[in-house]
Structures are given as C-alpha cells and as structure tokens.
C-alpha cells in the first residue's frame, strides 16, 4: 500500500507574534516551529495503517523553507519511510488553493492508496487544503475524523460534529481524510528511531516544478486587533493577586455570598 | 450582489447557524436565495427562496452529491457569494463548491469591513483581510459572528431539486456522545482545565477550587484528548455550551473553539502566564501567573 501524509510547519501558538514589514503576515523571525497540531494526528495514523497493512510505503510531503524539514525529520522519527520536500521561501504567500494544487501535482501519478492530512492548520486554518487535494484527484473525502478503521480495502472513520455528535462515514480506497485533534495519542519518536531517521531519503525539489496555477485570493493586511476594552489584566506576586481578585468577585458577582 | 445562503440540516431539524447567514447578507446588503438538503416539514422564517433537495434521497451528509445539487442551483442563480457556515459541514462541502466554480474560499469570515472579508490569524492573536481575485467567491462564516438583531420572520417559496449524482462515501448514521454525567449548563460557576495545567495530577487543584466556589470544574479540549478529564465535561463547539454566573479559565489559551463554548458567561477569569492569550478576548479579569502557584493561594482566602 502507498500511503502520503502531508504535513505543515507552524509557529508555536503561545509564541509573541509580530506583523511583518510588509503587513501581510505575520514576521517570520524569532519563532519556535512545530509541526501543526492537527498533523501530528495524521502522520501518528498513517503510520498505524501501514503498520497494520505490513507491506506499505509511507511518504511524509511538506512544503516550505529548508526549515520545514526539521519537521519532516520528526515524521521520518516516527515512522515514516521517505520524505519530500518541496522547497519554497515564500509559501506563507500561497493560498489554499496553490498548496492543495501542488500536492495534487506530486502526488497525481503516484497512485496513492491513501492520503492523510490534518484538517486545517493552526496558523491560518482554513480548513480547505485536504478537501481541495481531494478533489483535484477525485478521491473520496472524509474530513474531521476522530475515528479510523481500515478493513478489507474500506475505511470506516467516525466525523466529529457539533456538541461531540460523530457521523460514520466509510468509502472505499484510494481516499483522503483530513484528520482532527484526539483522532489518536501520536507517539513519540524514540532515540534509536530520530537516529534511523537520518538515513531515510528526504527528497528536495523547487516548488516551481509543481506549482501549475495561479493564485485566487491575496491577503490584503494583517493586524492586531484593538484589544477588548474593559478586560482587566493583573501581574505581580500570588498572593497579592489573590487576595485582589476575591475583592472583585465580591464586589462584581454574587458567588461570593 | 446576490448571495447564495448553504442552509444545514442535522437529525431531521434545521440548524439555527442558518439565521446567521441570513444577517450575513442583510448585513453586505445583498439579495439572497438559499439552498437546502432537508425537509419541507423543517423550513426556516424566511422571505426568499429555498432550493430544496430531499435529505431523505440524498442523506443528511454526502459531499458529492450535495455539491451537485448545489452546483446546479449556482449555475441557475449565479450568486456572487455562496455563503456556508464554519461548521463540520460547511468546511467540508465548501471546498468542493469553490474548486467547482474555479472560485476563492475564504474560511471563517468574522467580519466585512467596506467589503472586505475579515478572518482570524493564529489563534485570533492576528486578524487578515482577504480579497478574492475570482469573479465568484466562497465564504465560510465563523459560528456566532453574525446573527439577527430580531427573530426571523417570512415564509419560503420551496423549489423541488433533484440530481442523478452518486454518492463516493457511504453514511451509516449519526453516534451521540457519551451521555450522561454532569451538565455543566445548569452550574452558576465552572472552572476550567486547560492545557496550563501541565499533568493530569494537577486537575486535583482545578476541582478543589471548582468546589471552593461551589462549581463545578470542566475542561478544554486537550484535557480531553489526553484523558485527564472525561468528554463530558469538555466546554466549547464539540463539547457543551455554557454560560455560568462565573467562568475561570485555568491555564486554557481560549482557542476559537473553546471561546465559543462559554463566552456568554457572565463573569469570566482568566488565569494563564501569556499576557497574549486569546482567552484574554472574553476575559473581565486576567490573571498572569501560574495556576500551580495562584489557584492554592486562591483557595486557601476562599477557605477563610
């Protein structure tokens, strides 16, 4: 079975952010990255399906900077067996719909028997590139899985909707899923697997080779915005600020009767 | 400019996200007409007309024949802007709707400014103006950024569609969450774990002073996932909705998600080391330290 996961590299969530120069994003300087949340969930799968199917093939896909593949170095840590990285510098200016477009390039005449991505990405979250990929391959998708299961060629995955409801959903192969938070408990990478990883082929080519469209939308500024007036913020020692903060709820609820 | 309104129907009932797209376009002061796979025994109050295919044919979910059915009445009316909520349905079929029409998606739109579309940024720490490029444009809303000022009033004209489309996936049916277990609506005071509490020992602290205030104490969805704490008494979009007399959010950033759940309340706490936090948005007060150190403080005056 050939299986592909992409994946993304974000900044830390709790990171200080600042607009970059040009105003269109945010700066991309003094940031500690990560692989998107949600992808964690769908590399953690994908290897579970190829461990479960046994002979199998597992392609880790990102795109971005020389920098994303200390992430991709991560999913080869954790079970992947190749990956390919489509270098460009300037991926925080494409748009959903170049990066489902250039995935869909690379992976086109490759027959995947399986694709998994995360459902969106925490820095921008849009939530459409897995669909898009989907649907430019004319794969079957199921998004927003909380359950996985593969049996006899069909995939049977549970949706996770409003209120914690979930929709069974299945499909035969090739398909797509795009995966949610606590689909499963990734795993981490052990030492004798980060130092397997090393070896495993981690393939390079410019984004140019596969980027075949042009873009549909442009960001036109990024900001910060006001801050909610009225929020009250407090520092300093503990007790201090306990001892203020009983004096609000007494004087501003009534919980404190 | 005309829109298109994806209206969305879920266990035989039309969901109330549908008004929200109605306010949308009265808001852009755009025509509207909306599409719908459901019932006519389940129609919104509204004046316009509703292409409606039936949910019992094609089902409640199935993504490729509800994007026919709906790139069919695209093609007939020729919207402008086909408007879908943010939700599990709507970021699943817009995608599909927009690379059908060649057209911009732009995801979780919270607000239009001069006409142009508002979406969040990590986290909503930022905030993006998005300008399509193509002639027509996909928007998702985000849940509860827009609504009515008043209820909904007007009655549907109903036009039947059909489609020979066939379906990719099979749905085998809706499972409810676990039931059972507290409802955290009916608590006057919740307060809330988040990931801030480092390790599953330390929700012991998070319930100690749920009931030094004689709360009840919930969860943020990471909790959940690390099974420190049981779904149900996860708060926010998959979990429950609350709106308590006061809410403390423990070590919790206030993810979109979880704002969602509980941003009604009254009286909200935050207690969290990022000054930054997106918590920060809904909170009356906000406590920068560490819970490890400040909830204990906390509870001891309470104990006074």
């Known amino acids: ?257 | 400019m005309k829109t298109l309104l994806v209206a969305e129907y879920r266990d035989g009932k039309l969901l109330a996200s549908t008004y929200e797209l109605v306010a949308f376009a009265q808001k852009i002061g755009a025509d509207s007409a909306m599409f719908l796979v459901g019932s006519d025994s389940a129609l919104p109050q509204y004046d316009g007309t509703i292409y409606l295919a039936d949910s019992g044919k094609y089902n409640e979910f199935n993504p490729a024949v509800h994007k026919q059915l709906l790139l069919d009445v695209i093609a007939q009316e020729q919207p402008d802007l086909v408007v879908f909520s943010h939700s599990s349905y709507g970021w699943d079929l817009a995608p599909r709707i927009a690379l059908g029409l060649k057209a911009a998606q732009i995801s979780e739109v919270v607000d239009i400014v001069d006409g142009v579309l508002v979406t969040p940024l990590c986290n909503a720490k930022l905030r993006r103006e998005v300008k399509a490029k193509t002639s027509q444009t996909v928007v998702t809303l985000q849940v509860g950024a827009f609504g009515l000022d008043s209820d909904p009033v007007g009655i549907p004209t109903v036009e039947q569609i059909d489609t020979d489309a066939l379906a990719q996936v099979e749905f085998g049916g809706y499972e409810e969450s676990e039931g059972g277990g507290v409802d955290l609506s009916k608590a006057d005071v919740i307060v809330s774990a988040g990931r801030g509490i480092g390790k599953p020992e330390n929700l012991e602290i998070i319930q100690r002073l749920a009931k030094a205030l004689k709360g009840e104490y919930g969860a943020s969805r990471p909790v959940v996932d690390a099974e420190w704490a049981d779904h149900n008494r996860q708060v926010g979009t998959t979990g429950q909705t609350v709106s308590p007399k006061l809410y403390v959010a423990c070590g919790i950033s206030g993810a979109i998600q979880h704002l969602a759940g509980m941003k009604k309340s009254e009286f909200v706490v935050a207690i969290n080391t990022d000054k930054d936090a997106p918590i920060g948005e809904v909170a009356d007060v906000l406590i920068v330290a560490d819970l490890k150190q400040f909830v204990p403080a906390l509870i001891e005056r309470l104990h006074k």
């Open chain 1, 1 to 257: 079975m050939k299986i592909l996961v992409c994946i993304k590299q974000v900044p830390d969530m709790e990171s200080k952010f600042k607009v970059n120069a040009a105003g269109t994003w945010y700066d991309d300087a003094d940031l500690a990255w990560r692989m998107n949340e949600y992808d964690e969930y769908a590399v953690e799968q994908a290897i579970r399906l190829k461990e479960q199917v046994g002979d199998s093939d597992l392609t880790v896909l990102s795109i971005g900077s020389k920098r994303v593949q200390e992430t991709m170095k991560k999913a080869l840590a954790m079970g992947c067996d190749r990956g390919v990285h489509v270098n460009d510098d300037i991926v925080q200016h494409k748009s959903p719909f170049e990066i489902a477009s250039i995935i869909a390039e690379f992976a086109g005449n490759k027959d995947f028997d399986m694709i998994f991505t995360g459902m969106q990405s925490q820095d921008r979250g849009s939530g459409q590139v897995g669909v898009l990929v989907a649907e430019l391959l004319s794969l079957p998708c199921i998004s927003t899985i909380v359950e996985f299961a593969y049996a006899d060629g069909k995939v049977s995955a549970k949706r996770e909707l409003e209120g914690g409801t979930r929709a069974l959903v299945s499909c035969g192969l090739p398909a797509l899923v795009t995966c949610q938070l606590g689909l499963n408990s990734p795993r981490y990478p052990t030492l004798p697997n980060i130092m397997k990883a090393k070896k495993k082929e981690l393939l390079s080519f410019d984004v140019t080779e596969l980027l075949k469209v042009e873009a549909r939308q442009e960001t036109v500024k990024t900001y910060f915005p006001d801050k909610k007036a009225g929020g009250l913020v407090l520092e300093g020692d503990v007790n201090d600020l306990a001892d203020q903060l009983v004096k609000i709820l007494k004087d501003q609820t009534a919980v404190l009767a």
